[in-house]
């Protein structure tokens, strides 16, 4: 174990705090570590919807780069950020355990605004807009920007009447405030919640260090959303949401879907509880019957827009 390991994260707040916690994780396990964090183009370019910039792993690409030029060893993700085919020489090392996949509305302590026609709440995401106003057709979605404390700080300064916001992010950095509610109607992104660590294909050292922070049961359940994304999505961006749980009492796994159009006027919506050991290809059955009941169409509207 006399290799110390680069771990290479984004530099803000809520990345580094996930690139320390796999370093004690892989320190408890006897192995010396040092971070290197790095300011990412979706972290640079803060004027524009995410969506709008057209580049699939904003977030991941400065990561990739430095890891392929070995300036680091392995990088530490959100998965949800992740483009579901790495680059060459790239792999999945570990899957850390999920935490909570929920979204959540951060509003300013009255709820009134549910109700009325002219409300504005703000988030940079498609699936978020998109299911906001599939439930609330009147209402406007302002895009935002920035770190997750600047986009607080934002709600409190704006008009909005609230933002949404991964509900594990605000509890890993300990920012949630206490005006918020819980999107449970909203079928989260694919693998929001979870960690990934990805390590060079040939750097069989730090693969073998980082598999021991495997999480296996969310690991299965993270790829059959992200299998489930891949399938629909085909390289466009689109509002797409999946989230896969296993009961481990009935031994099952239980999967729901969701393609939206951008404004939220179609939604097209998959539920399925299948045996575990059918877990490998549910992602992809889910979505081919979502592409064979509309799915084909709107996937090609959305890629003209």
């Known amino acids: 174990m006399s290799k110390t390991i680069r771990i290479g994260t984004r530099d803000s707040e809520l990345a580094l705090w996930q690139a320390k916690t796999v370093e004690k994780q892989l320190n408890d396990l006897g192995y010396k570590t040092e971070i290197i964090a790095v300011k990412s183009d979706g972290d640079i370019v803060l004027d524009k919807p995410l969506y ?56 300013k302590g009255n709820l009134d605004f549910l109700s009325q026609e002219n409300a504005t709440i703000a988030s940079s995401s498609l699936r978020r807009k998109a299911s906001w106003l599939h439930k609330y057709p009147t209402h406007k979605v302002a895009d935002i920007r920035g770190n997750v404390t600047t986009r607080l700080q934002k709600v409190t300064d704006s008009n909005w009447n609230g933002a949404i916001f991964a509900e594990a992010g605000l509890d890993r950095i300990n920012l949630k405030p206490d005006n918020f509610i819980t999107l449970d109607w909203m079928i989260p992104a694919p693998a929001q919640g979870a960690m990934i660590v990805v390590c060079n294909a040939d750097d069989f050292f730090s693969l073998d260090a980082v598999s021991q ?73 889910a979505a081919q019957e979502i592409l064979s009941n509309g799915g084909a169409q709107l996937m090609s509207e959305i890629k003209e827009k």
């Open 52 to 107: 709008e910039l057209g580049i699939t792993g904003i977030f991941t690409k400065t990561l990739d780069l430095a890891m392929i030029q070995g300036k680091i060893d392995i990088a530490v993700h959100s998965m949800k950020d992740v483009p579901t085919l790495l680059p060459n020489g790239i792999v999945q090392g570990a899957v850390l355990e999920r935490a909570s996949a929920c979204d959540i509305l951060v509003h």
């Open 213 to 285: 922070l495997n999480h296996i049961e969310t690991e299965i359940c993270t790829y059959i959303e992200r299998q489930f994304l891949r399938t629909l999505e085909g390289g466009c961006t689109a509002p797409i949401g999946a989230i896969a749980t296993y009961n481990e009492k009935d031994d099952i796994i239980d999967f729901t879907g969701v393609l939206l159009s951008i404004d939220g006027k179609q939604k097209l919506e998959i539920t399925k509880t299948v045996a575990v050991f059918e877990w490998k290809k549910l992602g992809f059955h």
